[in-house]
């Protein structure tokens, strides 16, 4: 195979050998169940295995174990946050949810299906960088509301929120916080002890870990109800085979994320950004300069559309995205940047790139480079742009 | 490399023949889509005598099926008289690219709308047009054969997504039959929009669901 210049590293990444090596344990010698301590030797070892990891990564958010379980991924993990608070607080306290309108599809589908049950929810709007205001927020809470909902980190413009503001406006009013940190874990820092978060979602897949393994960090007394049902597995709110190979790759790769690499991928991500405004006229970058995830650069060309850029792009063996419509499953545009105030025009030519560990300056340099040759001759015959 | 596309579209994309713009072009047009976002641009040059399109150049603010239709159609209308080029359908254009997925179709259907359009300028500039009709609910269907139904890669008409067509001063009211929620309603909406609001008596179309 020719070689690959894969900078999408937000949908998913290249797992690492070594969360392999961890893994490979759980498929071939401790392969059964997790059982309670009264099982056999091997349910047993795969049990300590799995809280092994569990305390892991509850330590990461300064959680205590029994606070964290493992989901098959970030879609599973804010579907639980969102329905089982539903229905654990619908009848209780009230039916009002608040989220963001940049959040990932899996909250904003999730908050759509409560609509659908009864349950109204505000989306909050977000300015031209992709941050919520926390007036607009403090104004639409009442006393029906039982969540509020606003991702840490952006899945497309790679937008920081000040999380730890916005959790502490929730705790102060007496509801329930639930972030989507899928872009964040682990490349920006999170304490349940500084921010006062109820849920958490994470997953390995954008840390070089397996795909299908998540998990949610759910605080201690938090009101939740089950909505996946089947066994007792995972302190009885999520039924379910114990992925043990999955939950100890997962804590494998958290562990091998360090302070230097997240640097590294900084330095990746603000190369991108240099060299592209550097060759690229009629450039626009989506999201803030500096607030963003390491990894991520969002740029916007104007005059080409997204899916010609990226179908050139892979004839070189470049990987990216974009939230041009014409790429999408469902046809439209990338509702991030629609919501940051960008038109179709500035949707129609973005192009997300987004850095990850097994990637190099060079590589940087190559695909920069590339993309300007592909945007130069994209123009010469673009309908727009001429006069 | 593994693709959607075939080696024919492939190969229009990455080298679109007949691009470019001509000065003083005898007919020419843009046709657009807010919805997927392309846009396309025809250039023409016709012998005032044979009526034969002798030159044609495109433009495109699209994606790949977009760029790939466009150099196709140029190629399929070059050397033309008028008459036949009009003739010229999406289908057509499609099989002399070896097909083009389904889901993409409404992206090349603008390039093979932008040379009837551009055609139409033509003749509307050299009064070869009668007079403007009002708007009836055959129109309405006319043109929402050219809304695309990416479900099925045919136009919204054919797969029998109109289930209802009201004009009533200046307003159609069109009903759909999927879901609001379906995974490509607002795409079809704001096509079938844009081709409505675009004739010449009507000031607004509303697109409602069934569900």
């Known amino acids: 195979m020719e070689k690959v210049y894969y900078l999408d590293n937000a949908a998913a990444t290249r797992l690492d050998e070594r969360v392999l090596e961890a893994m490979t344990p759980y498929f071939f010698t401790t392969y059964s169940v997790a059982t309670s301590e ?16 569990r305390g892991k990564l509850a330590a990461f958010f300064g959680a205590a174990q029994k606070e964290f379980i493992f989901t098959s991924g970030s879609t599973e993990s804010s579907n639980l946050a969102l329905k089982g608070v539903a229905r654990a607080l619908g009848e209780k306290k009230g039916k009002h949810l608040i989220v963001s309108k940049i959040e990932d599809f899996p909250v904003l589908y999730s908050a759509r299906a409560l609509e659908k049950e009864g349950f109204k929810v505000d989306y909050l709007d977000v300015d031209e960088d992709g941050f919520i205001n926390l007036d607009a927020l403090q104004d639409l809470i009442t006393a029906e509301t039982i969540l509020v909902s606003v991702q840490h980190g952006n899945q497309e413009i790679g937008t920081i929120q000040d999380i730890k503001s916005i959790a502490t406006l929730c705790h102060d009013n007496g509801v329930l916080f639930h972030t989507d940190a899928t ?98 006229p009629h450039a626009k970058l989506n999201g803030h300069s500096t607030r963003r995830t390491p990894q991520n650069a969002n740029i916007s060309f104007s005059y080409v559309e997204g899916e ?14 974009t939230g041009s419509a014409c790429f999408s499953r469902s046809l439209e545009a990338s509702h991030v940047i629609m919501r940051i105030g960008g038109d179709h025009e500035r949707a129609h030519g973005s192009i997300r790139m987004t850095v990850g560990r097994f990637n190099t300056m060079d590589e940087i340099i190559f695909v920069v480079d590339t993309l300007a040759q592909v945007v130069a001759r994209l123009r010469e015959f673009s309908s727009l742009g001429k006069e | 490399m593994p693709s959607p596309y075939n080696d024919i579209v492939l190969e229009h994309f990455k080298n679109p023949r007949n691009t470019g713009r001509i000065e003083n072009p005898d007919g020419k047009a843009t046709e657009g889509s807010p919805a997927c976002g392309d846009m396309v641009s025809l250039y023409l040059k016709v012998d005032p005598e044979t009526k034969i399109i002798t030159d044609i150049k495109f433009e495109s603010y699209g994606c790949a099926s977009n760029i790939a239709t466009g150099s196709i159609i140029t190629e399929l209308a070059k050397g033309k008289t008028i008459d036949a080029a009009k003739k010229i359908t999406w289908q057509e254009a499609s099989d002399a690219l070896g097909g083009l997925p389904k889901i993409k179709a409404h992206c090349s259907v603008l390039a093979v709308e932008v040379l009837r359009s551009a055609i139409l300028n033509y003749e509307e500039k050299h009064g070869l047009i009668t007079s403007k009709e009002p708007t009836t609910e055959e129109i309405v269907r006319k043109r929402l054969k050219k809304v695309m139904n990416p479900i099925k890669g045919l136009d919204m008409v054919a797969t029998h997504l109109v289930k209802e067509i009201e004009i009533k001063g200046g307003v159609v009211r069109i009903l759909i039959d999927l879901p609001a929620d379906h995974q490509f309603a607002n795409s079809i909406k704001e096509d079938a929009i844009e081709k409505i609001e675009s004739l010449w008596d009507i000031d607004k179309a509303i697109v409602e669901f069934t569900d």
Do not use: C, W
């Open chain 1, 183 to 280: 872009h964040t874990f682990t490349r920006v820092p999170l304490d349940v002890r500084e921010i006062p978060a109820d849920l958490v979602t994470v997953s390995a897949h954008t840390l070089h870990g397996p795909k299908g393994i998540g998990g949610l960090y759910i605080r201690n007394k938090t009101p939740i109800a089950k909505i996946m049902d089947g066994g007792f597995q995972e302190f009885d709110l999520r039924g379910g085979m114990d992925n043990i190979p999955g939950a100890v790759g997962f804590a494998k790769a958290v562990e091998l994320v360090t302070p230097e690499e997240n640097q590294r991928l900084t330095e990746m991500r603000d190369k991108i950004i240099e060299l592209a405004f550097e060759k690229i």
């Open chain 1, 308 to 321: 010609s850029v990226t179908l050139h792009l892979d004839m070189y063996g470049i990987a990216v995205s």
């Open chain 1, 38 to 53: 009264f099982g056999y030797s091997i349910g047993v070892e795969a049990k300590d295995a799995m809280e092994e990891a």
